[in-house]
């Protein structure tokens, strides 16, 4: 009872000290992720005059889509950082003093690991693909947006469709000075010029019009234009005292795509639908191979023969002499080369095709094993943590982020080359995806073991000896 009772006590404990931490940690590595994102599409977003929400919208589903990947960081650096406390202040040679091992008091936090593989799952499964399709409808509409109109001084500017605009200078309160435009919307060449000493810019409320007002100007129009049948070349010039240009600009306004473009995407379904989609992906490869059969078909005239199949019968040295015995002529080699041909180009259209269909077949089931992956990842990364931190001894925010990390990078490093080679059709989709599970599992075992008997891992003759005491023991 007395045991029991101190157990308790410990688990208390050790759940004050580890939830802290981790909400912390998760939080900043949270964080650092997003950074990282934006400062990926920093060029994509920068100049194109986005509204403020849709910039919030893209943080948003950015973080929802971050969040799996921060969890089992933070689960990684806070049990680093608990365990490394632990043994710092040498309450974990207390503890073991008092007949509890590492395992045991590691064991106390498997409810609450239970509890993040669960929530791990779930995010996968169900969050993160909504936020993956939200997050891809809404980072094409930013691709396929035009930059924000922004007129330089002394150069010519070409974005707006059928317009060529330069400004001399720029003053103050949006007056612009020097002001050349070429209208080009005829399609006739430089035919158009507009030139005026001042003017301004306007938009429409929708900001799918752009209004220039020009002051004291002139306008050349030699643009051709046909009058009764006959084609005028006509050239005229006018003064002007106020003019106003109406340009359509609705190509710059940010349109919103429809979502159902990504529906079929792989990191926008949850288990049900990638089982589903990676079954028809199958059907469809072997669809493709009994048309591929059938294409064949007419270019083996031997089977259209009705006595190939008796002479077959007949024994091997009776097809041989048949098949030798066969007229050979110039039009009949032409003909075999042109029939190979047209095999090899049918060959190489179906394993295109096959080949893209087993290739999403494989990013299916990849994406339908790694939600697994993900979750039992939880428990892995947490006793590798647990018995790392009991080996550097070493708590707060200094050596244990540094080694989490690394040992964040390696986890991340195997998961691509798993996934990568799962893309190339190297191995199979279940191999690619598990293999850091089947990496760290034995690596995770080890340590547990070295932190349990307090060996140094870099020296072998620290594992001899504890061999040599247990079985002198």
Same mark, same amino acid.
């Given at each position: 009872?007395?045991?029991?009772?101190?157990?308790?006590?410990?688990?208390?404990?050790?759940?004050?000290?580890?939830?802290?931490?981790?909400?912390?940690?998760?939080?900043?590595?949270?964080?650092?992720?997003?950074?990282?994102?934006?400062?990926?599409?920093?060029?994509?977003?920068?100049?194109?005059?986005?509204?403020?929400?849709?910039?919030?919208?893209?943080?948003?589903?950015?973080?929802?889509?971050?969040?799996?990947?921060?969890?089992?960081?933070?689960?990684?650096?806070?049990?680093?950082?608990?365990?490394?406390?632990?043994?710092?202040?040498?309450?974990?040679?207390?503890?073991?003093?008092?007949?509890?091992?590492?395992?045991?008091?590691?064991?106390?936090?498997?409810?609450?690991?239970?509890?993040?593989?669960?929530?791990?799952?779930?995010?996968?499964?169900?969050?993160?693909?909504?936020?993956?399709?939200?997050?891809?409808?809404?980072?094409?509409?930013?691709?396929?947006?035009?930059?924000?109109?922004?007129?330089? =001084?002394?150069?010519?500017?070409?974005?707006?469709?059928?317009?060529?605009?330069?400004?001399? =200078?720029?003053? =103050?309160?949006?007056?612009? #000075?020097?002001?050349?435009?070429?209208?080009?919307?005829?399609?006739?060449?430089?035919?158009?010029?507009?030139?005026?000493?001042?003017?301004?810019?306007?938009?429409?409320?929708?900001?799918? $019009?752009?209004?220039?007002?020009?002051?004291?100007?002139?306008?050349?129009?030699?643009?051709?234009?046909? *009058?009764?049948?006959?084609?005028?070349?006509?050239?005229?010039?006018?003064?002007?005292?106020?003019?106003?240009?109406?340009?359509?600009?609705?190509?710059?306004?940010?349109?919103?795509?429809? #979502?159902?473009?990504?529906?079929?995407?792989?990191?926008?379904?949850?288990?049900?639908?990638?089982?589903?989609?990676?079954?028809?992906?199958?059907?469809?490869?072997?669809?493709?191979? *009994?048309?591929?059969?059938?294409?064949?078909?007419?270019?083996?005239?031997?089977?259209?023969?009705?006595?190939?199949?008796?002479?077959?019968?007949?024994?091997?040295?009776?097809?041989?002499?048949?098949?030798?015995?066969?007229?050979?002529?110039?039009?009949?080699?032409?003909?075999?080369?042109? #029939?190979?041909?047209?095999?090899?180009?049918?060959?190489?259209?179906?394993?295109?095709?096959?080949?893209?269909?087993?290739?999403?077949?494989?990013?299916?089931?990849?994406?339908?094993?790694?939600?697994?992956?993900?979750?039992?990842?939880?428990?892995?990364?947490?006793?590798?943590?647990?018995?790392?931190?009991?080996?550097?001894?070493?708590?707060?925010?200094?050596?244990?982020?540094?080694?989490? *990390?690394?040992?964040?990078?390696?986890?991340?490093?195997?998961?691509?080359?798993?996934?990568?080679?799962?893309?190339?059709?190297?191995?199979?989709?279940?191999?690619?995806?598990?293999?850091?599970?089947?990496?760290?599992?034995?690596?995770?075992?080890?340590?547990?073991?070295?932190?349990? $008997?307090?060996?140094?891992?870099?020296? $072998?003759?620290?594992?001899?000896?504890?061999?040599?005491?247990?079985?002198?023991?």
């Amino acid at each position: 009872m007395l045991k029991i009772g101190r157990l308790k006590k410990l688990h208390k404990l050790l759940y004050l000290s580890y939830v802290g931490p981790f909400v912390a940690t998760f939080f900043i590595a949270l964080f650092v992720l997003v950074v990282q994102f934006l400062f990926k599409w920093v060029d994509e977003l920068i100049g194109k005059g986005l509204p403020a929400d849709v910039l919030l919208q893209l943080v948003f589903y950015a973080t929802l889509g971050l969040v799996g990947m921060a969890l089992p960081l933070a689960v990684l650096l806070s049990s680093i950082m608990l365990f490394g406390g632990l043994a710092e202040h040498r309450e974990l040679m207390g503890l073991k003093s008092a007949g509890i091992s590492l395992l045991q008091v590691m064991g106390a936090m498997m409810p609450f690991l239970v509890l993040m593989m669960g929530v791990t799952f779930f995010l996968n499964n169900n969050l993160i693909p909504y936020a993956n399709r939200k997050l891809g409808t809404l980072l094409i509409d930013i691709r396929q947006k035009k930059p924000a109109i922004d007129l330089p =001084e002394g150069v010519f500017y070409g974005g707006i469709r059928g317009y060529t605009i330069r400004v001399a =200078e720029k003053k =103050e309160g949006g007056r612009l #000075e020097g002001l050349m435009i070429y209208d080009h919307t005829e399609r006739q060449g430089n035919t158009k010029v507009l030139l005026a000493d001042s003017g301004r810019i306007f938009y429409s409320r929708d900001t799918s $019009w752009m209004f220039v007002q020009l002051y004291h100007g002139i306008a050349y129009d030699e643009a051709v234009r046909e *009058v009764r049948g006959r084609q005028i070349p006509p050239f005229t010039v006018s003064q002007f005292e106020a003019y106003r240009m109406k340009i359509d600009i609705r190509e710059f306004k940010f349109v919103r795509t429809n #979502e159902s473009i990504l529906a079929g995407h792989y990191q926008a379904m949850p288990m049900a639908l990638l089982a589903h989609y990676a079954d028809s992906m199958a059907r469809r490869v072997q669809a493709r191979l *009994v048309d591929f059969r059938k294409s064949l078909r007419p270019f083996f005239l031997f089977e259209r023969d009705s006595l190939f199949w008796e002479r077959m019968s007949a024994g091997p040295d009776t097809v041989s002499r048949v098949a030798f015995a066969l007229p050979v002529t110039d039009k009949t080699r032409s003909r075999a080369l042109n #029939e190979a041909y047209s095999v090899q180009n049918l060959l190489n259209a179906y394993s295109t095709e096959i080949t893209h269909y087993r290739k999403l077949r494989a990013r299916y089931l990849a994406e339908w094993h790694r939600k697994l992956t993900l979750a039992l990842a939880v428990i892995i990364l947490f006793l590798i943590g647990g018995a790392t931190g009991a080996i550097i001894r070493k708590g707060g925010l200094g050596m244990p982020t540094v080694v989490s *990390v690394l040992l964040f990078i390696a986890f991340y490093l195997i998961d691509m080359t798993g996934y990568k080679m799962v893309k190339n059709l190297v191995v199979a989709p279940w191999l690619g995806i598990w293999l850091p599970i089947f990496v760290l599992a034995p690596v995770s075992i080890l340590l547990l073991l070295a932190a349990h $008997w307090d060996v140094n891992l870099l020296a $072998w003759r620290g594992w001899r000896r504890r061999e040599e005491d247990d079985v002198h023991h």
